[in-house]
């Protein structure tokens, strides 16, 4: 009994004079993951992922009401989407933009509807717009909410960031391009802030944004 | 080969005869040729309905106060004469029909010629959200949570999305499972709702015709960037942008020449006589009046294929509000019904112009079930499981009685499948078999709902 006490005094002496390094934590990924991320394909030549390779749960849903609620004005600066008397359009199009009242409705409805697109077109182009205006009265650059980069590419990464979650290197052209010809698309028949307003818009209705 | 085919093919051998009458059924009301001009509208009486005032009355000089005991049958008059004084009671009949309706249907008589009522649906439930669905539907709801898609989805998911607004629906519910995301329902809870969503503004800022016109370029190309093998795979993406694309067709678009949105912004002066014919002020586009003149002129111009809208809501008169209020509220969802039949009897169809609208276009009205036949003690009406629909139009027979309920307790009567008559032997009408009916009779594909149709109900 007593050598067994001894040797176990031992090992935990032991195990005190050298101890294992701390494990050290993982640098978090600067960007989600979800559904963006690429598909590890067996055949690199395959062009489209076969179904049993794509991880399960990450079926995508449409946000739902409740969501875009909160999370428009945490992105822009609390501006919110509202009619001319200062009502919340979410509330006023409650029923039909599909929200349960558990009332009469008890399932919220997730269906990427047209009529859910008019309505979101409708906000991106209000909130946008108030976005802009609120922008172009913010001298630093730090502060403004759309308008951040000077540079157009460098602008569209911060966007892309912000809306999309995608965090997009500088080096890779090809995330922003689509973005970038709609700026110069629209910017060479109208102007620069009309530009900003058609990508904030296409960035806010567009599946990246409105589906998690 | 699919359980109902083999089925199906079992029937038609020799062993056939001795599977029985309900197999050979299903076999003799397989779907016809699909009907791609017709056109269906889902007319809801929110609440639960008194069919005593409607669709299934009693007289009251044989089924009197004095009789109730022995009848559990009570249809009350004398209350809804002292609580609403003026309504018009009396049972409504017409030359050659064979049936007569209660006094909250008096403006259907006109149209008697193109209707067929449906008495004694057996419903299973007394939720309302439970029947509500099992109506919508045509399957019963698992839980409160609806089974299926609503038998509008699955009429545009068959004949296919050949209008703007193929399945329209207005302060009502709609489902869609596992049928294409085109047939899913542009689903507005008014008609104010459906006008802001065909037209920009009021409170969507305008927008310069640059940006919409390079933006609707943007969505209409596939963005390359995110993996679409990976995110695609249950067809969210593709949703999400063809629906931006189709939002934007749907304000820029038109219906006979006219903006999509001035077609339903009853405000407008140009709106007059439909205001004035379905009774609801210039201003509000609330009214249930203003749904059916929205049903109307989606058909009218070709917008949609199926219509669901709310006709009557408040019937849910569990005390005295049941004399006071429910006669009136019932009355006012079936003189828009009227309104709406009359005009498709004298509209021509614009797919089919030799045929007016009523001949191109079913119409189906129903609630989630029915009031108790006897008052509660608060002078109410309490959830009573049986149930009645009215079908007019096309692919149903005209001026028909189908089904009964029994002189006691009005309880759901068996009916012979073939006649629609009662026979003891027979079967109890669900809405489900009623819904499969409507569904066949423009050759469409009953599978789903496990039913060929009832006979009776073919034309």
């Known amino acids: 009994m007593r050598i067994a006490s001894l040797l176990i005094l031992a090992v935990g002496c032991t195990a005190m004079e050298a101890p294992t390094p701390p494990v050290q934590p993982a640098q978090p990924d600067p960007h989600f993951g979800d559904h963006w991320s690429q598909v590890e394909r067996e055949d690199p030549e395959q062009t489209w992922a076969h179904p049993d390779q794509v991880p399960m749960g990450q ?9 875009l609620r909160r999370s428009i004005p945490l992105l ?26 558990y009332l009469e409705v008890t399932e919220s409805n997730a269906d990427p509807s047209p009529l859910f697109a008019k309505f979101m077109d409708d906000m991106a182009a209000q909130v946008c717009g108030k976005a802009l205006d609120r922008d172009a009265h913010t001298a630093e650059a730090n502060e403004r909410l759309i308008l951040r980069h000077p540079d157009v590419k460098s602008n569209l990464r911060f966007l892309r960031l912000k809306l999309h979650g995608i965090a997009v290197a500088p080096d890779n052209n090809e995330a922003v391009d689509a973005y970038y010809q709609l700026h110069q698309t629209i910017q060479a028949q109208a102007s620069s802030g009309q530009a900003w307003l058609g990508v904030c818009m296409a960035m806010l209705t567009a599946p990246e944004f409105m589906t998690y | 080969m699919k359980r109902r085919d083999f089925l199906k093919t079992l029937s038609a051998g020799s062993l056939g005869m001795m599977l029985g009458n309900g197999l050979s059924m299903r076999l003799a009301h397989a779907a016809g040729p699909l009907d791609p001009t017709r056109k269906f509208v889902f007319v809801y009486f929110s609440g639960a309905w008194d ?67 449906v008495r004694g649906i057996a419903m299973d439930t007394v939720t309302h959200e439970v029947g509500r669905r099992y109506f919508i539907t045509g399957m019963m709801p698992r839980g409160l949570s609806a089974a299926g898609s609503s ?6 998911a068959q004949q296919g999305d050949r209008t703007a607004i193929p399945n329209l629906v207005c302060s009502s519910e709609s489902y869609n499972e596992g049928l294409p995301t085109f047939a899913n329902a542009l689903s507005v809870g008014s008609v104010t709702d459906l006008v802001s969503t065909l037209e920009d503004g009021p409170n969507a800022p305008a927008v310069d015709s640059a940006v919409r016109q390079a933006l609707s370029q943007f969505r209409r190309e596939q963005n390359a960037f995110c993996d679409p093998s990976q995110f695609n795979r249950f067809g969210m993406l593709e949703s999400v942008r063809s629906t931006a694309v189709k939002a934007r067709d749907l304000v820029e678009g038109s219906g006979q020449g006219l903006a999509m949105g001035d077609l339903f912004n009853f405000r407008l002066s140009e709106h007059d006589d439909l205001r004035a014919r379905y009774e609801f002020p210039r201003y509000d586009l609330d009214h249930e009046g203003a749904r059916m003149a929205m049903a109307f002129q989606a058909l009218k111009y070709g917008v949609s294929q199926s219509v669901s809208l709310t006709a009557a809501s408040g019937l849910d008169t569990h005390d005295d509000n049941w004399a006071s209020d429910h006669p009136d509220r019932q009355q006012g969802g079936w003189n828009r019904v009227a309104t709406l039949l009359g005009d498709l009897k004298t509209t021509p169809d614009p797919d089919v112009p030799s045929k007016n609208l009523i001949d191109t276009t079913t119409v189906v009205c129903f609630s989630e079930f029915s009031r108790t036949p006897k008052l509660n003690n608060r002078d109410g009406r309490d959830h009573a499981i049986v149930n009645a629909c009215l079908l007019a139009g096309a692919g149903v027979p005209h001026n028909k009685l189908f089904g009964s309920t029994s002189e006691i307790g009005m309880n759901a009567m068996p009916v012979d499948p073939n006649t629609g008559q009662f026979s003891m032997s027979g079967m109890t009408i669900t809405p489900n078999n009623v819904l499969a009916s409507v569904l066949a009779s423009a050759g469409l594909d009953t599978d789903k709902l496990r039913h060929d149709g009832l006979p009776f109900l073919r034309v």
């Open chain 1, 59 to 67: 079926m995508p849903r449409r946000l739902e009401v409740e969501h």
């Open chain 1, 76 to 101: 822009f600066g609390g501006i919110q989407w509202e009619d001319r008397n200062e009502r919340s359009m979410w509330d006023v199009l409650s029923r039909t933009l599909g929200e349960a009242d």
């Open chain 2, 51 to 117: 069919i005593l005032l409607g669709l299934d009355p009693r007289d009251p000089d044989n089924f009197t106060e004095e009789r109730v005991e022995e009848t559990g049958i009570q249809p009350a008059w004398h209350l809804v004469e002292s609580e609403n004084p003026g309504f018009p009671l009396g049972l409504v009949g017409a030359a050659g029909t064979p049936y007569v309706v209660g006094p909250a249907m008096a403006s259907m008589a006109a149209h008697f010629d193109v209707c067929s009522v």
């Open chain 2, 151 to 156: 038998i509008g989805t699955r009429v545009v």
